[in-house]
Structure formats: C-alpha cells, structure tokens
C-alpha cells in the first residue's frame, strides 16, 4: 500500500455511484413515516422473537402479526412510497436498515416484554435525524470532492 497524503487522495478519488439504493436522504423520511403509523397504532406491540438466533435467510423471512412490521405494511403511505411486504428482509431493504440495526430496534431482548409504537417511534425519529446529517456530510464531501477535481 503505498502512503499518500490526503489532498493527493482527493484529487484523484474515483467516486462509485450506489446502484439500485435510494439516497440516504429518501431512509430518514421512510423511517419519519413508519414512525408516525406507530404512534398512529392504539394497542400494543409485539417485539421480534429472539432475532440474534436466526440464520440469515430465517431473518429475512421472519414476520408476525401484531409487530411494527405489519404496522408498517398497513400503512398506506409506506405501501405506495414502495414497501413490498411485512417480512424483516422487506422492511430492512426499504428503511435501509442492516441486521444489526433491526435487531436493536426490534428484538425482544431490548424491551423487556414493554414495546410501544411512542417508543420505537423516538428510536425511528433518532435513526432519521442521523440519516439525513449522514447524507448532508457525504453531499458536502461530494461536493468538496468535485471541486477539487
């Protein structure tokens, strides 16, 4: 690896555009409307079941009733913006969540049997609000970048 100094990188840095992703931008107001339908939603909710202990493809598949996934497929806003089901795998690719991130917003092992959509919707609005300063630092890089080129 041969050693370079960081103006040296940006001038000749190669920027990959992401392909098939919605800019991160487009997550933090998905995730702002999963957050309003949960605090939309009357009763309780039921956290996901032990998700640390699901292999990949039992992960992406999982679903229950009575969780913010099926609220979040019963909205009719996130439907027509694109969410194509109420499975794990389906919400994680539409709010561009990773496992990791699923699992300490949804599992059971973080709420002690007391999930509320109020709850889970300040999480929602917390991730939200770092996606979008997320996006405006990678634009300003973008941008520095550009200039520099």
């Known amino acids: 690896m041969k050693h370079q100094i960081p103006d040296k990188i940006i001038s000749t840095a190669e920027l990959i555009p992401m392909i098939d992703r919605p800019a991160a931008k487009d997550f933090g107001a998905r995730l702002d409307l999963w957050a309003a339908a949960l605090e939309r939603h009357a009763g309780p909710l039921s956290a996901l079941y032990r998700l640390e202990y699901l292999q990949r493809a039992e992960l992406r598949a999982y679903r229950r009733d009575n969780t913010p996934l099926a609220v979040a497929f019963a909205d009719e806003s996130l439907r027509r913006a694109g969410l194509a089901g109420d499975s794990l795998g389906d919400i994680m690719d539409f709010f561009g969540l990773s496992e990791g991130a699923a699992h300490r917003l949804l ?41 520099a080129a």
């Open 107 to 147: 599992c059971d092992c973080h709420y002690n049997g007391a999930m509320t959509g109020a709850r889970l919707a300040a999480s929602l609005r917390r991730r939200a609000w770092w996606s979008r300063r997320r996006a405006a630092f990678v634009s300003g890089f973008r941008g520095l970048l550009a200039r």
